[in-house]
C-alpha cells in the first residue's frame, strides 16, 4: 500500500512537470511567433517606405502625374499597413515643403483613399487610434474633419481631447474656435507648443480669435492666448495684455508677466 502511494505521487509529479513543459513550450513559442511577426511587419514597412518615397518624391517634382501616381499606388494592393506607412510619409514630406508639392501631397492623399483610412481611425474605439486619425487629417487639412473633431471635445479620454483641440485648431486657426465650445480641460506645456507648432507651420495669416482665449475662464486658455499674441505680434491685443487685472493662479500668473513684459518692450522698441 505504500509503494503504489509513492507511485501515485510520482505520476502527479510526472504529469505536472509534463503540463509546465508544455506550457513553457507555449509560452516560447508564442513570443518567438510574435518575434517573427513584429520582424516580419518591420521589414515590410520598410519597403513599403521605400517605394512609397520614391513614387511621392516622383509626383512632387513633375516625374508622374497625379493619375500616373495613383494607378501606381493602387498596384501595391492597399491595406491598413500601407495605408498607414503611406499616411506617415505623405505627413513628413508635407511638413517639409511648401506650395503646389504640398498641394499635390494633399490631393494624393484625399484621391487615395487614406482620407478614409483616417476616419475609420477616429471611428474606433481605442483612444490611440482615435489620436493618430485626428492628427492625420488635422494636419492634411481635411476641413470635412471637422465636426468629427468637435464631437471628441466630449471624449472620456484627457488625450484625445486634447488632440481633438489641437485638430480644431490646425484646421481653421483660431477663426475655428466660434464654432465649437472653448475646452474646460487644461492646456499642459507639451499641447501649447503642438499648438504653436501647427500654427506656424499652417501659416495662418488671420487670429481673429484670439480674444476668446483672452476673456476664457480657463486659465491656461488666457496663458495659451497671450502666448500666440506675442509670438506673431498681434498688436490689437497687446493693450489688452497690458492692461489686463485679473489675477491668475500662480503657475499662469508668472508666465504671464514675462510675457506682459516681453509685449511691453516691443511696444517701446
Known amino acids: 500500500m505504500k509503494i503504489l502511494l509513492i507511485s501515485s505521487d510520482n505520476g502527479i509529479l510526472w504529469i505536472l512537470g509534463i503540463v509546465l513543459a508544455l506550457i513553457l513550450i507555449g509560452i516560447s513559442c508564442t513570443v518567438f511567433i510574435r518575434r517573427r511577426v513584429r ?31 495613383l494607378k501606381e499606388f493602387r498596384k501595391m ?16 514630406l508635407h511638413e517639409n515643403y511648401s506650395g503646389k508639392q504640398r498641394e499635390l501631397l494633399e490631393n494624393f492623399f484625399v484621391l487615395s483613399d487614406l482620407t478614409a483610412y483616417s476616419f475609420r481611425r477616429i471611428r474606433s474605439r481605442k483612444s490611440q487610434n482615435i489620436i493618430s486619425g485626428i492628427r492625420y487629417l488635422s494636419r492634411m487639412n481635411v476641413r470635412e474633419a471637422f465636426e468629427f473633431m468637435k464631437l471628441e471635445l466630449e471624449h472620456p479620454n ?32 507639451l499641447t501649447k507648443e503642438r499648438i504653436l507648432n501647427q500654427l506656424k507651420n499652417k501659416r495662418f495669416t488671420s487670429f481673429a480669435g484670439v480674444h476668446q482665449l483672452l476673456y476664457s475662464e480657463n486659465e491656461s486658455l488666457i496663458l ?20 489686463f487685472s485679473r489675477t491668475l493662479q500662480p503657475p499662469y500668473q508668472e508666465e504671464f508677466e514675462v510675457i506682459r513684459e516681453q509685449i511691453k518692450q516691443s511696444m517701446h522698441s
Not at 520582424?39 to 500616373?68: N, P
Not at 485648431?169 to 487644461?186: N, R, S, V, Y
Open 77 to 92: 494592393k492597399p491595406s491598413n499597413l500601407l495605408s498607414k506607412v503611406t499616411t506617415l510619409s505623405i505627413i513628413s
Open 39 to 69: 520582424s516580419q511587419i518591420a521589414e515590410k514597412e520598410l519597403i513599403y517606405q521605400k517605394v512609397v518615397e520614391d513614387l511621392l518624391f516622383r509626383l512632387m517634382f513633375g516625374k508622374l502625374t497625379i493619375d500616373e501616381s
Open 224 to 243: 495659451l492666448g497671450a502666448h500666440i499674441t506675442h509670438i506673431f505680434q498681434l498688436h490689437g491685443y497687446y493693450d489688452f495684455i497690458q492692461r
Open 158 to 189: 484627457e488625450e484625445v481631447k486634447k488632440e481633438a483641440f489641437i485638430g480644431l485648431l490646425a484646421l481653421q486657426g483660431m477663426e475655428g474656435l466660434e464654432f465649437f465650445k472653448l475646452p474646460t480641460f487644461t492646456i499642459d506645456d
